[in-house]
C-alpha cells in the first residue's frame, strides 16, 4: 500500500484521535496510524478516568494551561460525542496540620491557573460530604470528574473517520525519511507520503523522534498498578480522594476513584521500569495499594477486590529528578511535530492539546473548513443504562437487545454485535470489552467469552484458532482439548500462552 496525506498522526491515543477528529474540520487529507489492533490500546485505556482540573501544575506550564482549557471544553464535547461524565468533585484529604499547609499550597496553585471552587473544609464537614472518611481537612474542588477514558478515544476516532480522518490500525512506523519539506513513513503495511507529520506515539515517541535523527528525548516507563473493587461498594465514596501528593516527579498517590458503571479504582501505584509494555501485576504493588487505601479509607471492604490490572505512562522525568517537566509540543524538525512526555493530564488536556497543534499546523498549511463536518457521533445505546420501558422498546424493535451476552454488566446481543461492527478496530475480544464492558464484571468473562466466541464462529465465520484477545500475539484458544491429549501422548506438544 501506497497513500499520500496533506497530515499524518502517528499514534492513536486519546491525544492522537482528538488531534484527528480536529483536523478532521478541513479539508485536507489526514491520516492517523496505529500500531495495535484498535485505537486507545495503551495508557489511554488504562488510567483512572479523572477530569483534572489543574490543581499540580506549575502556573505558566503547558499543562496547567491546556488541562485547564481541555477541562472547559469537556462538557460540549461529551455531549457531541456522546460520552457519559459526573462532576463528582475531588477531596484531596490532610490528616495533619503540616499537611493543611499543603493544602493551601495546592489552593493556591490551582487559583493561579484559573480553577474555580476550590475550598478547604474542616473534617466536620468532609464527614458530611463523605460519611466514611476521617481526616482532618480537605480540599474539595467541585469542577473534578470521572469519565471512561476507553469510551471518549472510540468516540473521538469514531467521529473523526465519519468526516473522513482515514484510519489505519495494525500498521506500526519502521521508519521515517525526511523528503526536502515532507515525509516518507514505512509501515508494515506499506509506505505513507505526508506533508507534515505529527508523533503522538506515547511510550515511543522518542524512537519516532530518533527516526529523524533527533535523539535527545528519552522517555521513562513508569508502571501503575489498580485494584478493582465490585459495584457493591460504590456506596463507599461519593467523590474522588486523594492523598497530599508525595514529592515524586508528576505523581499523585493512591487514590480512591469512583467509576460511572458503580465499580471503585484503587490506584495507581509508580514503579519505574525498562520494558516498555509489561503491564503485570505484582504483589508488592498490591500489597501498596492496599495499605494506600486502607490510609485513606480504613474500613475499606478489601475481600470486595474482583481485579487488578496496570498500564505504563509515559514519563519524561527521570526517577531521581523531584518534581515533573512539562509537556514538550514543539516543531523540531520543518512539518515535523513532535509530543514527548505526554502522561497526565494528558487525557483531560487532549481536546486543548488537539487546538494546539492545530494551530501550529494552520502556519504550515492553508487550512479551509469544512460546511459539512457533523460533530455528533452515537453510540449504541446501552441496556442496562436503559428503563425498563425502554429495554422493553430496545427488545421490541431489536431481538437482539433481548439476549443478554454478559450477565454481570447486562451487555445485549445487540450491544456486542455492533461492538463487532465498528469501523476502527479489528474483530478481537478486547474490542467488545472497552465498548460494551462486557468481560468487565465479576465473573470477568467466565460467562460471556464463550458466547462472544460464539457469536465470532457463528455470525462471522471466525474460527476459534483465528480468535485474538486484543492483537496478533494473544490467541485466545491453541488447540482443542483432545488434539493437546493426542499430542502430548506423542510428545509432540507445543503451547502458546495468551
Given at each position: ?29 489526514t491520516v492517523l496510524l496505529e500500531k495495535e489492533t ?201 467523590s474522588m480522594v486523594y492523598p497530599v501528593p508525595p ?252
Amino acid at each position: 500500500m501506497s497513500s499520500r496525506c496533506d497530515v499524518l498522526v502517528i499514534g492513536a491515543g486519546v491525544i492522537g484521535c482528538a488531534i484527528a477528529r480536529e483536523l478532521a474540520k478541513f479539508k485536507i487529507e489526514t491520516v492517523l496510524l496505529e500500531k495495535e489492533t484498535d485505537v486507545g490500546f495503551g495508557v489511554s485505556k488504562g488510567n483512572s478516568g479523572v477530569l483534572h482540573t489543574g490543581l499540580y501544575y506549575p502556573k505558566g506550564s503547558l499543562k496547567a494551561k491546556l488541562c485547564v482549557e481541555g477541562r472547559l471544553m469537556f462538557p460540549e464535547l461529551a455531549k457531541q460525542l456522546d460520552v457519559p461524565y459526573k462532576l463528582c468533585g475531588k477531596q484531596i484529604i490532610a490528616r495533619t496540620e503540616e499537611e493543611l499547609e499543603d493544602l493551601e499550597a495546592l489552593k493556591g496553585v490551582g487559583e493561579e491557573n484559573g480553577v474555580k471552587g476550590l475550598t478547604i473544609i474542616s473534617g466536620e464537614e468532609l464527614k458530611k460530604r463523605e460519611p466514611h472518611l476521617d481526616a482532618l481537612y480537605a480540599l474539595y474542588s467541585s469542577v473534578a470528574g470521572i469519565f471512561p477514558p476507553y469510551l471518549f478515544t472510540i468516540a473521538l476516532a469514531e467521529n473523526a473517520l465519519n468526516n473522513g480522518v482515514k484510519i489505519h490500525v495494525n500498521t506500526q512506523v519502521s521508519a521515517v525519511k525526511q523528503v526536502n519539506s515532507a515525509y516518507k513513513v514505512t509501515t508494515n503495511q506499506g509506505i505513507f507520503h505526508a506533508d507534515i507529520v505529527v508523533n503522538s506515539a506515547g511510550l515511543y515517541a522518542d524512537r519516532i523522534s530518533a527516526m529523524i535523527s533527533i535523539d535527545n528525548y528519552k522517555l521513562y516507563p513508569c508502571r501503575g498498578e489498580y485494584l478493582i473493587l465490585d459495584k457493591n461498594c460504590r456506596d463507599l465514596i461519593n467523590s474522588m480522594v486523594y492523598p497530599v501528593p508525595p514529592k515524586i516527579a508528576g505523581v499523585l498517590g493512591i487514590h480512591l476513584t469512583p467509576t460511572l458503571d458503580g465499580n471503585i479504582l484503587i490506584g495507581p501505584s509508580e514503579e519505574f521500569i525498562n520494558e516498555r509494555e509489561d503491564t503485570k501485576t505484582t504483589k508488592e504493588k498490591i500489597r501498596q495499594l492496599i495499605e494506600g487505601a486502607k490510609s485513606l479509607l480504613p474500613s475499606i471492604p478489601l475481600n470486595q477486590v474482583i481485579y487488578g490490572f496496570s498500564a505504563v505512562r509515559s514519563k519524561i522525568t527521570p526517577p531521581e529528578e523531584k518534581g515533573s517537566r512539562d509537556f514538550i509540543i514543539r516543531e523540531d524538525v520543518e512539518n515535523f511535530i513532535n509530543m514527548i512526555g505526554m502522561e497526565s493530564p494528558g487525557l483531560t488536556a487532549s481536546p486543548a492539546i488537539a487546538k494546539l497543534v492545530v494551530k501550529m499546523i494552520k502556519k504550515k498549511i492553508d487550512l479551509e473548513e469544512k460546511t459539512d463536518f457533523n460533530p455528533i457521533r452515537k453510540r449504541t445505546t446501552s441496556f442496562s443504562e436503559a428503563s425498563r420501558t425502554e429495554q422493553a422498546s430496545l427488545i421490541k424493535a431489536d431481538p437482539t437487545y433481548g439476549e443478554i451476552i454478559c450477565r454481570c454488566e447486562h451487555v445485549s446481543k445487540r450491544e456486542v454485535l455492533d461492538a463487532l461492527n465498528n469501523p476502527v478496530s479489528e474483530k478481537t475480544i478486547s474490542a467488545v470489552k472497552y465498548r460494551t464492558r462486557a468481560g468487565m464484571g465479576r465473573c470477568h468473562g467466565g460467562f460471556c467469552l464463550p458466547k462472544i466466541v460464539e457469536i465470532l464462529k457463528e455470525e462471522y465465520g471466525v474460527s476459534p484458532r483465528e480468535i485474538k484477545l486484543k492483537n496478533i500475539g494473544s490467541p485466545l484458544f491453541i488447540g482443542k482439548t483432545k488434539d493437546l491429549r493426542e499430542s502430548e501422548k506423542s510428545g509432540r506438544v507445543s503451547v502458546s500462552g495468551c
